[in-house]
């Protein structure tokens, strides 16, 4: 039933690329094999009481026709007794049958526990700390000789890395795709244990703290913009339950987000779809860059999520937080070199490793592969000075 059920969720939330791709008989032939599972597996079960029911109930009454038989013609057995005798052996068949019944239900559950049981035996990768520290981590990120590879996964997704940032500075990280930048990021709000070196926020091992207290310090614009279904007021009230509406305006301002918002009819209340359905990809954004501002997080972790949105407004974005938000970190990943050019750090991740760190000017004088993405972004200086 599982299986069926995440068939069908997978082939409907995914409905617009299967039509795309023509691939509808596909996903119903998926659809097909894992109904007929399902239906092998009740079969059998069924099966089971079909044999054993109508076995019981053969024997218990043969059972009974042997003991009248018996009893009618050994001629030493008084009426009595004859009957009680029958009335046990209709009780052990009405006990029979109830076993018979319990069978069925093994058979069905021995397959749900094994999936259940494959659940309750994994293990917290993550343990929390015996004696959490109780002040609130400031902005400060420093990374010393982080590894990191992803469980079941032999390759190293971060060999090595180590950099700082100070409180209220803007890193920038820059690098092909797979390079290792959501991975990085990631360890931040530790949604990963590195499996090598320290991962510090405010200048304490992210493993000394409570999670869920470290976590509120740290505000996640995740690359793929994840809204919910309900209006644009609860999405943004997500990133802080408390907010009122003048705080909610001030953090949609701060992502240009209060523009369409407004040119909505129904402004905050506008009901969003699934996801966002009803959103353009660079809305989507802007409305989760407000989430995380709402909560006024020391740090803020942007994962490329101004890809969707046009140069001028995404400039207007990287100011208005920088007004809005003073004093937190903002650590920004893009694609873009424009993005992030004018950072006061910027970190030029290589295969998991750091191919540099420093300002614009000093990774333009030390790292190739920074340079490279320079110019095959930009153009060489000639062409950018003309
Ligand atoms: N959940 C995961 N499980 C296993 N490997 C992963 C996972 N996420 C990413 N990776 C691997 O880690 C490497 C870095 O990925 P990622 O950090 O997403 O790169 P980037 O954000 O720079 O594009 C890639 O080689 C990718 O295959
Ligand atoms: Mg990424």
């Not at 990191?148 to 795709?177: M, R, W």
Request: hydrophobic share 40%.
């Amino acid at each position: 039933l599982d299986r069926l059920n995440s068939v069908s969720r997978e082939f409907l939330t995914s409905i617009r690329v299967v039509k795309a791709f023509g691939r509808e008989d596909y996903e119903t032939g998926r659809f097909g094999t894992a109904a007929e599972e399902l239906a092998a597996s009740g079969i059998s079960a069924t099966r089971v009481t079909a044999v054993f029911g109508p076995l019981i109930n053969l024997t218990v009454n043969i059972g009974i026709v042997v003991l009248l038989w018996l009893g009618g013609t050994g001629g030493h057995q008084d009426v009595g007794k004859l009957m009680a005798s029958v009335n046990y052996m209709t009780q052990v068949l009405f006990a029979l049958s109830m076993v018979s019944n319990i069978l069925n239900t093994m058979v069905r559950a021995t397959a749900s526990a094994e999936r259940v049981q494959e659940v309750l035996s994994e293990k917290a990768a993550m343990c929390e700390p015996e004696i959490p520290t109780a002040e609130k981590p400031d902005g400060r990120v420093a990374f010393e000789n982080v590894s990191f590879s992803y469980i079941h996964s032999p390759e190293k997704s971060l060999d090595n890395v180590s950099f700082c940032v100070e409180s209220g500075q803007v890193l920038g990280i820059i690098g092909a795709t797979g390079s290792g930048k959501s991975t990085l990021v990631s360890l931040i709000p530790r949604f990963y244990d590195v499996t090598g070196g320290r991962v510090l926020v405010g200048g304490r091992d992210v493993r000394s703290q409570k999670t869920s207290q470290h976590r509120e310090a740290i505000g996640m614009v995740p690359q793929k913009s994840l809204l919910f279904s309900g209006t644009i007021r609860d999405n943004l009230k997500w990133g802080d339950p408390e907010a009122d509406d003048k705080a909610l305006d001030a953090a949609a301002h701060a992502a240009c987000a209060d523009e369409f918002i407004n040119g909505f009819s129904k402004g905050y209340d506008t009901v969003l779809g699934q996801g966002g359905v009803n959103l353009s990809g660079g809305q989507k954004q802007r409305l989760s860059i407000a989430r995380a501002l709402i909560r006024h997080p020391a740090i803020l972790v942007m994962d490329d999520s101004t890809s969707a949105l046009d140069a001028t407004t995404e400039a207007a974005v990287m100011t208005r937080i920088r007004e809005y938000a003073r004093g937190t970190t903002v650590i920004l990943i893009s694609q873009r070199i424009a993005s992030v050019m004018r950072a006061d750090k910027i970190l030029c991740m290589d295969e998991g490793r750091v191919s540099g760190f420093g300002t614009h000017e000093a990774l333009m004088a030390e790292s190739p592969v920074y340079r490279e993405i320079y110019k095959s972004q930009i153009g060489d200086d000639e062409h950018a000075s003309r």
